[in-house]
């Protein structure tokens, strides 16, 4: 008796516990959210009252996020840098999961182990790196032929380098472990009812990954929107939105506008994991 | 061996190695058309390797396979009109039935409407009319066991493979099956060639049987054949029950031999045409416990000239209704099995009980050890 | 010609991958640690030497920050581990099957939100005239405001919040694979709570374990908003050392140095981690 006494005292504790934790995650969340509809010039206490200026409206002191050019733009490079890395490193990430799953050659484990790398490397460090090499690369060029190579400068192209660098890592892992989970049969199974090999992988392979390729995609997506360790060494004039943000937060001060900005972002990125969740959890899964 | 279209299956002396591991070993055999062949033996035996061969996903070292005649061995797999049905059937999880039976059809650039009619037609003859939209997932396993063969028939091929289909199913599922599969064959009267290394499937359901083992076929006959006169010791030992002897070939003659156990035991066997033995050779003698006969001891017993006969102790009896057997321990402390009846009544063996046991000497299989 | 498509189409699939790594992992490595050994010892002229290294070695203030940086980082690897720990177990094992999910989908999102969103929430909170001090002063507990900002706990209570999901969900992921059964035949077998914890279930979950210290060490040394936002210019963070020596004083000879310092360092602690722990970086990293 004493004994079960003493187990539901400690299944009770054990239950605060994780309610404190989860408190504990979600409430910076929640004052970075909810900040954005306080009617105040200031993200502080006091409650001066329900406001949707920080989204909506179009005049100073009180400009709104859609209304604020800056952000707006950064915004827009967001999407064109979290688009194109994430649809590059799914590419390269199915190719990377035949690869290692299906082919078969000397020293794979050692490149296995190259493919993890990136995912460990401090994402400073590549960002740095990248820099290096493209500016001694466009230095090079333009001594030699007083050309100048414009893609190689700070930038979209070298932002979308550095994090379709590490990215990769990430939706390989996810579309290799979608492949090991491949019942060969199946392939041959299609090649036995006469499909040629270019339609066994339209057909059949494929779309037994896009689940995966699909949710690294978006995992892709996220992290590159909210990637700043590698985007900062490498952006230019065109800032995605977490650098402008940073820019706003360090040097201007911070209006709720950023909380209006950090609320759509929570509930963009809460919604694209919940899709990440939803598409993997599928009925082929067996 | 002549190449006419009357068998749909010929394999020529067909070998394939694996590294230094011989997998198949100089196989032939033929398969007339429409008839169910089973090709059965342990699990290792090369009965995949060679059933792939047959489908195209591996190619032979040597040897011929022939289908409808013609030689297919430079035909790839996608080409061949061999259908197959995997062991975990493999049907496409992302796809739902009708589009996993139109898939072949679709592959060979089959119309739409004539898609929808060879579909709803072969889903009809498995008698599933009203699954064609549902998803894999939400079928039973005798289900997407014929939606698997619904799947290769839409096709018409000329030969259908079965890799142990029913190896995932429950036992009374699989009894179901084996039945399932019999009548699915007479209906679609194409020729079904299934692998298994269970023989109770491969009895029930074949007309001819092929024993393989280590890559070579032990023996191809009828399930009756097999059974009663086995060719080799393998194959008497690996279809059916039977009690086995290890000895020496005492004395033979042109009729009868008879065989010392290590034990000290006689047993007389009849000579079998084409594997006679002589005196000195070691052999095995191999006995079904169904005809053994086990009589209390003490009883008076009329025993003829042409039966072996032994004493021993009930050690125990397994009562399985109509299958119902008793463990004697022989006298050199082998066990023995041997068929009985059990009533329930007073004449009953116990264990403990003093029987003696005999049987007909052309019941004692023997074979060269 | 079977094997000829079976090698052409290896090589199709090599190619984005050598491409990939070679281009922008081997060799802007290589050109960092090169780029690194380089001097300048007047305008446009340089020499090769290990003057930037001997720089890093005379210069206490940037070592003590690698040294402040590492400690620090493996400090939060520890709390995200024991804070982390029972709540994957909690999420893997113990909660049932509905809020299982609903839980670890809570754990998800706040993982997905930029660390920038997050530090800027603690910031709400922890300021002087933020969220905690207002309502301190509120309750009467304090009678003038409080900036719990710009300190070391708050850097470390700020770095823990950002990695730790990186840890906790690894090990849902190995503790879902295990089987209760296991946990029950400890019991079964005469093992208390502690025994069964440390003998069966901290072994099974090593690889996660490991998995997650790894990632959430990286994360933390290599972070940079976080310290910087929470712990003020003074944070004295290894990666603001690089971005000064890259950006303000635009010395990238130095910064491709300390770079290069900062990955030997992390990597060397990470080697020594799965040397200790007997683990490889494919059967964990790889794995979560």
């Known amino acids: ?286 | 061996m002549s190449t006419t279209d009357e068998y749909d299956l010929e394999c020529i002396g067909v070998s394939k190695n694996f590294s230094s591991v011989r997998a198949v070993d100089d196989v032939s055999f033929t398969i007339p058309k429409g008839s169910f062949f089973s090709i059965l033996g342990p699990s290792g035996c090369g009965k995949t390797t060679l059933m792939r061969m047959i489908a195209g996903f591996e190619t032979p070292d040597s040897g011929d396979i022939r289908i409808k005649g013609n030689s297919v061995l430079n035909t790839p797999p996608n080409k061949r009109n061999v259908k197959m049905v995997f062991q975990h059937l493999a049907l496409f999880p992302m796809m739902n039935v009708y589009e996993n039976i139109a898939y072949g059809l679709k592959c060979i650039g089959t119309d739409k409407a004539t898609i929808e009619s060879k579909v709803r037609d072969v889903l009809e003859r498995i008698s599933l009319p009203d699954v064609a939209m549902r998803e894999i997932h939400q079928l039973s396993g005798g289900q997407k066991q014929r939606i698997a063969i619904a799947r290769c028939m839409v096709l018409n091929p000329d030969v259908l493979l079965l890799d142990e289909p029913l190896g995932a199913l429950d036992l009374k599922l699989r009894e179901a099956m084996k039945i399932e599969l019999k009548l699915l064959q007479h209906q679609f009267n194409t020729t079904f060639i299934y692998i298994t290394h269970d023989q109770s499937e491969a009895l029930v359901m074949s007309d001819h049987v092929a024993i393989m083992n280590e890559g070579r076929f032990e023996q191809i006959g009828r399930p009756e054949e097999l059974y009663h006169q086995p060719a080799t010791a393998f194959v008497a030992g690996f279809v059916g029950d039977s009690n086995r002897w290890s000895g020496v070939v005492a004395s033979a003659d042109a009729q009868t031999l008879e065989v010392t156990t290590q034990a000290g035991l006689t047993l007389r066997c009849v000579q079998q045409a084409g594997r006679a033995l002589s005196a000195g050779q070691a052999a095995e003698v191999f006995v079904r416990p169904e005809f053994i006969r086990a009589e209390r001891a003490g009883a008076d017993l009329a025993e003829q000239g042409d039966q072996n006969g032994l004493d021993g102790t009930v050690d125990s009896v397994l009562f399985n209704g109509a299958n119902s057997r008793v463990l004697v321990r022989g006298p050199s402390g082998e066990l023995i099995e041997a068929d009985v009846v059990v009533t329930g009544g007073q004449g009953d063996l116990r264990g403990g009980d003093k029987v003696r046991l005999s049987w007909p000497i052309a019941q004692s299989m023997c074979f060269a050890g | ?288």
């Open chain 3, 1 to 288: 010609m079977q094997s000829d498509i079976k090698r052409l189409s290896l090589i199709l699939l090599f190619a984005p991958f050598a491409l990939w790594i070679f281009l922008l992992i081997i060799v802007p490595h290589a050109g960092m640690v090169v780029l690194s050994l380089r001097e300048k010892v007047a305008p446009r002229v340089y020499e090769y030497g290990l003057g930037n290294y001997i720089d890093f070695i005379n210069e206490p203030i940037y070592w003590n920050t690698l040294l402040r940086t590492g400690s620090m980082s493996i400090l939060v690897t520890f709390l995200a581990l024991i804070i982390g720990f029972p709540i994957a177990y909690y999420i893997a094992k113990i909660a049932g099957k509905r809020s299982r999910g609903a839980l670890f989908l809570l754990c998800l999102i706040p993982l997905w939100v930029s660390d920038l969103i997050r530090a800027f929430g603690w910031i709400l909170l922890l300021r002087e005239t933020g969220v905690v001090s207002s309502f301190l002063l509120w309750t009467g507990a304090i009678n003038q405001p409080i900036e719990f900002l710009y300190n070391d706990v708050t850097v470390i209570v700020g770095l823990v919040y950002t990695v730790i999901l990186f840890m906790i969900v690894p090990l849902v992921s190995t503790l879902d694979g295990m089987d209760d059964a296991m946990v029950e035949a400890g019991y079964n077998l005469g093992g208390n709570g502690f025994t069964v914890l440390r003998r069966i279930i901290v072994p099974y979950a090593m690889p996660g374990i490991v998995s997650g210290c790894i990632v959430v060490f990286m994360l933390t040394a290599g972070s940079y908003l976080t310290p910087i936002l929470l712990g003020g210019k003074n944070s004295s963070w290894f990666t603001e050392q690089i971005y000064d020596q890259f950006i303000t004083r635009f010395n990238w000879e130095s910064g491709a140095a300390f770079g290069f310092l900062l990955l030997a360092f992390t990597s060397l602690v990470v080697w020594l981690g799965l040397k200790l722990t007997g683990q490889t970086l494919a059967n964990t990293v790889a794995k979560s």
């Open chain 1, 1 to 286: 008796m004493a004994k079960a006494k003493q187990n539901r005292a400690f299944i009770t504790l054990y239950r605060l516990y994780v309610a404190a934790f989860f408190l504990f995650l979600a409430a910076p969340l929640v004052a970075a959210g909810s900040f954005a509809f306080n009617d105040s010039l200031f993200p502080a206490l006091p409650w001066q009252g329900f406001t949707l200026d920080w989204f909506f409206s179009p005049n100073e002191p009180k400009l709104g996020m859609f209304y604020d050019r800056r952000l707006l733009s950064g915004l827009y490079y967001s999407f064109v840098i979290g688009i194109l890395v994430s649809s590059l490193s799914v590419f390269v990430g199915t190719t990377n999961a035949f690869l290692f799953v299906r082919g078969s050659f000397p020293a794979k484990n050692f490149f296995y182990i190259l493919m993890i790398l990136p995912l460990v490397i401090p994402g400073v460090i590549l960002g740095i790196s990248i820099l290096v090499l493209a500016s001694n690369i466009a230095n090079g060029v333009e001594n030699a032929f007083n050309y100048e190579i414009d893609m190689l400068r700070p930038g979209i192209f070298l932002v979308v380098l550095g994090q379709f660098s590490f990215i990769t890592t990430i939706t390989s892992l996810v579309i290799t472990a979608r492949l090991r989970k491949f019942d060969h049969s199946m392939e041959e199974a299609a090649l036995n009812l006469g499909a040629s090999r270019l339609q066994v992988l339209r057909t059949v392979t494929l779309p037994f990954l896009r689940p995966a390729m699909i949710a690294a995609g978006i995992v892709g997506f996220l992290v590159s929107f909210e990637n700043f360790n590698t985007t900062l060494f490498l952006v230019g004039s065109e800032s995605p939105l977490t650098i402008t943000m940073f820019d706003r937060m360090a040097k201007v001060g911070s209006t709720p506008v950023l909380n209006a900005v950090s609320f759509v972002l929570i509930i963009g990125s809460g919604l694209l994991a919940l899709i990440t969740v939803a598409v993997q959890r599928d009925k082929s899964s067996g």
